[in-house]
């Protein structure tokens, strides 16, 4: 082969290639913090930290997995009235009732959840998902972030905490 063809050959290699290789998504690294790692990393989840810790779930959602959490901000936190939010910290049962609530097994991506009307959760009840104009509701609290990765599952943010149904 020429010097002349090869280099026709490379440079039309190159041409063809080029919009490939842009095109084709970098591989993303693994993530390695768990849930409660990501969560906590995060920063606007301290008070979740508290309650998963006071209700004795911070191994549990650190486990294999995989979870899907709808994660409340410490703001969402905040809405609730101190005493009522500082009882229920004091109250396990109640406390692992309502965050468990919050947790659905195995990783459902936001693609997934705008598909489904009810997401059955940790805790036995069944949260209902709304999506109405492209925002997606679950039990009335917003979604205002999707899809943080983590090791053993899936964050969504949401802006209030759920509350299960009596007697869950």
């Known amino acids: 082969m020429s010097f002349k063809s090869l280099f026709t050959a490379s440079v039309f290699a190159a ?32 008070t979740l930290a508290t309650a998963l810790q006071a209700a004795g ?3 549990t959602l650190k486990g294999k997995g995989p979870f899907t959490v709808f994660a409340p901000t410490d703001e969402a936190f905040a809405k609730i009235p101190k005493a ?5 910290l004091k109250d396990k049962k109640a406390l692992a009732a309502v965050l468990t609530y919050h947790v659905v097994a195995g990783k459902v991506l936001a693609a997934d959840v705008v598909k489904i009307k009810e997401a059955k959760t940790v805790n036995g009840a069944s949260a209902k998902i709304t999506v109405n104009g492209g925002k997606v509701m679950v039990d009335g609290a917003n979604v205002v972030k999707t899809d943080i990765i983590a090791s053993n599952g899936v964050i969504h943010v949401i802006d209030a905490v759920i509350m299960p149904p009596k007697g869950k």
């Open 84 to 88: 009522q939010l500082d009882a229920l």
């Open 15 to 46: 041409v063809v290639a080029s919009p490939l290789a842009a095109q084709a998504p970098a591989a993303a690294a693994a993530p390695t913090k768990d849930i409660v790692e990501t969560a906590v990393a995060a920063g606007s989840f301290k």
């Open 57 to 59: 779930l911070v191994e």
